[in-house]
């Protein structure tokens, strides 16, 4: 008889890669420096923690180019808003919960309503640590969709992070990306894909349910898509990487086809990815129910990130479980 393996403290801090599953160390740093070096207006700022955004390796690659403003992020947004200011294109990173509740007044008046190429970087979004409530950013998108002329971005992996960063350098207003850091896994190489902001990319095709993902999220959709094969369940699985502006053709013609439409996203179910859908799909008169696959509105536990996702129906199982019962009454 084998038992399970008991799962330590570090998994709270962990990589939500599944084990043996293909990762790119440091995606989002790597990707930067790899930019700076062609654009030489490209400046990195962090709030005391580099080494957990990844800003560390734009940091040793471009130390004359890399500014530390200690743990004070509204202070932080305040100078990539002058930096922005004399020409630069500034990348300011820190945890998500400290750009979005601390620093939000800075980002929206500073950055936002001026209409400044500033690119917020955001760690540790939604549940991708296990350390809490004050750690854990999972209201920032519904905080942030709220803020006029902001793009925000949530990748699903390292493949959407390093085409993502280019991308947001080049676009002229702010942007907010929603960093996976660490091991991240490299998954979108497999479906033949192509970052474009502002656009929603379909993965797989399926007659039964169409699930609707952002984020880590439609890493995985695609899982249970996969699985869900074996009940002769048909998914199809529409990434959308740019929360705001959303997709709306793309969202419309998916919810148009009868099937059951399902959204996951790494965020409250309040102000998020489900809330966005089934705005788009109200306003243009489509009666399509949407099942939201989301975080409770409520503080999270502490713990270890695997039980958290089995706990708050992120995990892959749950995600299945939850398909199937949908399915069933439907």
């Known amino acids: ?26 995606p989002f740093g ?12 490209i400046v990195g700022l962090s709030a005391d923690l580099a080494k957990y955004t990844d800003m560390h390796v734009f940091r040793d690659a471009h130390p004359g180019r890399f500014f530390q403003m200690g743990m004070a992020e509204q202070a932080m947004l305040g100078a990539a808003a002058g930096l922005a200011e004399v020409g630069l294109v500034p990348f300011a990173s820190t945890y998500s919960v400290f750009a979005t509740r601390r620093a939000y007044d800075f980002l929206c008046l500073d950055i936002a309503e001026p209409g400044l190429n500033v690119n917020v970087v955001g760690a540790l979004p939604g549940l ?14 519904a905080i942030l969709r709220g803020c006029p002329g902001l793009t925000i971005v949530d990748p699903c992996d390292a493949v959407d992070i390093e085409q993502a960063v280019p991308a947001l350098a080049a676009t002229p207003g702010p942007t907010y990306l929603r960093l996976l850091r660490g091991a991240v896994p490299r998954i979108l190489d497999e479906y ?25 999220m439609t890493m995985r959709a695609l899982q249970a898509a996969s699985r869900l ?17 959303l997709d709306t053709e793309a969202v419309l013609r998916a919810a148009r086809t009868g099937r059951l439409v399902v959204t996951l996203e790494n965020h409250s179910v309040v102000g998020g990815l489900a809330e966005s859908v089934a705005s788009t799909l109200t ?48």
């Open 283 to 330: 306003f243009a008169g489509v009666g399509a129910r949407v099942v939201p696959i989301a975080l409770p509105d409520a503080f999270l536990a502490a713990g270890a990130l695997p039980t958290l996702h089995d706990r708050y129906g992120l995990s892959t199982d749950a995600i299945i479980a939850t398909i199937r019962a949908e399915l069933a009454r439907s």
């Open 128 to 141: 991708t640590t296990g350390y809490g409530p004050s750690h854990q950013a999972t209201e920032d998108l």
């Open 1 to 26: 008889m084998t038992t399970a393996k008991r799962l330590t403290t570090s998994a709270m801090i962990a990589s939500f890669a599944d084990p043996g599953q293909r990762t790119t160390s440091a």
């Open 229 to 245: 094969e074996a009940d002769h369940v048909d998914a199809a699985v529409l990434h959308v990487p740019t929360v705001k502006p």
């Open 192 to 216: 033949d894909y192509r970052f474009e902001l502002g656009k929603a990319a379909e993965l797989r095709t399926g007659r039964d349910v169409v699930l609707i993902s952002t984020g880590l």
């Open 30 to 41: 790597h990707a930067l420096a790899r930019l700076a070096e062609q654009r030489p207006e």
